[in-house]
């Protein structure tokens, strides 16, 4: 699947203060993203209001206001930001589908099996959120449905509790590295013109060392640390009923790993689903669709997850609109030309890569809007110097999947830490933003990954065409 986006000629905009008028719009959003995410709620409908201020100060800013007008329309209607729409809304229904039908429980009853102490739990739960976090493609998703169940049972068990939020975390990481249904890897993939189900095949030697590594340290932190007087039982809170939903992401997995269009693996996997969970009795029919005559509504677990994914699909839409106002203003070309005269060979395109992802993640506050953000940097330097599509695709999500995931003031780690709170009725203590980031092993097992391929070439194909 190929994008059209490069195409796309906005008109070049002037601001008053020069360079300064041109990112002082994002500095307000920046500014007051911060200062939300950190009060405690980073639902990202709150960030609605401060990106419309952002955009209107960036109109007044801008010496030519129908062109500013032109280019936020621009950057909002890319095809690549349709296409990210339409992952994390059937993403977001697959996601609520398997919390339905148990798959969340029934992996809490396999642990159980096993008669695990305050230790194997954080252990199982970081194995549990990366099967939930691959099912569902999303780390919001898996956040969400798993740390109202895994945090408290855990922390009943005696299990350390940031380890525990880390493990929940870092497996929701797992995922949105690797994940076929994930937006970072189709926005990395796509973007790059790069195969999914290839792309997928290529990440396993970055992840599968990283959590190695990750279920190495949460094993010393979770055995050094753990309360075993404090330990209880958790039988009551899985059932097997939802084990053959496993089927559901194995199907979906399939159509990528055989070449099928997005829409394609989504909807026949979401298809498969339903008629699964129908079948084996797990997916009440009234779930599917029924009618409340008194509200005048209708009902379904497909208008949940189009609901769950309307807060994230306006935030992108309006960042993208204005981050076009700062690729408009000439600034990403000054970079491209900045490191066209320093990189002059394969591996300073890489550093390059990263270190402008970085600069675009840290300063847009989404990994997926920072991926497209840099698109064209990326590619251009990535041609010009032989970096392969995949490596470039999997450049991109190894710094997407490393900053929001472990600084404080990024929405899942923040959300995570909000999600401890679901403790607090069993007497089981929060976990901080600060210490939800420290004990995201994952994330830190891909920094060293990132590293380790920067440095020393590691993942490198010898066809430099793919």
């Not at 201020?53 to 209607?77: H, N, P, W, Y």
């Not at 890319?78 to 729409?85: H, N």
């Not at 999500?397 to 607090?424: D, E, H, K, Q, R």
């Amino acid at each position: 699947m190929k994008l059209d986006d490069t195409s796309v000629q906005l008109p070049k905009l002037h601001f008053y203060g020069g360079v300064f008028g041109a990112l002082l719009p994002f500095v307000i959003f920046v500014t007051g993203v911060i200062t939300i995410a950190l009060s405690g709620a980073p639902d990202e409908r709150g960030f609605w209001p401060i990106l419309i201020l952002a955009l209107g100060l960036g109109l007044i800013l801008c010496k030519d206001r129908t062109a500013f007008s032109e280019a936020v329309i621009a950057g909002m209607s890319q095809k690549i930001v349709m296409i990210m729409i339409t992952a994390w809304i059937l993403a977001s229904i697959i996601g609520i589908l398997m919390t339905l039908t148990g798959f969340v429980e029934a992996l809490i009853w396999l642990a159980h099996q096993v008669n695990l102490s305050g230790t194997g739990f954080v252990i199982a739960t970081f194995i549990i959120c990366c099967t939930v976090s691959l099912s569902t493609g999303s780390s919001f998703a898996t956040i969400l449905i798993c740390s109202p169940l895994l945090y408290p049972s855990g922390g009943l068990m005696g299990a350390h509790l940031p380890a525990l939020a880390g493990a929940i975390i870092g497996g929701a990481t797992f995922g949105d590295f690797i994940a076929p249904i994930s937006d970072t890897t189709i926005a990395s993939a796509l973007s790059q013109d790069a195969e999914i189900g290839t792309t997928i095949k290529s990440r396993l030697k970055y992840v599968i060392p990283a959590a190695l590594f990750a279920l190495l340290a949460y094993f010393i932190f979770a055995k050094t640390n753990s309360n075993v007087s404090a330990a209880t039982t958790i039988e009551n809170l899985g059932s097997p009923k939802g084990l053959p939903m496993l089927l559901v992401p194995a199907f979906v997995i399939y159509l990528f790993l055989k070449g099928k269009h997005l829409l394609h693996g989504l909807l026949f996997g979401l298809l498969f689903g339903t008629i699964l969970g129908l079948i084996l009795e797990l997916l009440p029919l009234s779930d599917v669709l029924s009618l409340d005559l008194d509200n005048f509504a209708a009902r379904s677990f497909v208008i949940d997850g189009i609901n769950r994914a309307v807060g994230l699909s306006i935030f992108t839409i309006l960042l993208m609109g204005l981050v076009a106002t700062l690729k408009a203003s000439g600034l990403m070309d000054s970079l491209v030309d900045f490191a066209a005269t320093r990189a002059i060979t394969e591996k300073h395109a890489e550093g390059w890569i990263a270190t402008v992802m970085s600069f675009a993640v840290l300063l847009t506050t989404h990994s997926i809007v920072a991926i497209l953000m840099v698109t064209d940097f990326t590619k251009k330097t990535g041609e010009r110097l032989g970096v392969s599509k995949i490596r470039r695709a999997n450049l991109l999500s190894l710094v997407a999947c490393i900053f929001p995931f472990v600084l404080p003031y990024f929405i899942p780690v923040i959300l995570m830490a909000n999600m401890t709170n679901t403790g607090t009725e069993f007497g089981i203590a929060a976990v901080s933003p600060i210490a939800v980031g420290v004990h995201n092993f994952m994330s830190w097992g891909l920094l060293l990954m990132a590293l380790i391929t920067l440095v020393f070439g590691w993942g490198k194909t010898k066809n430099n065409s793919k």
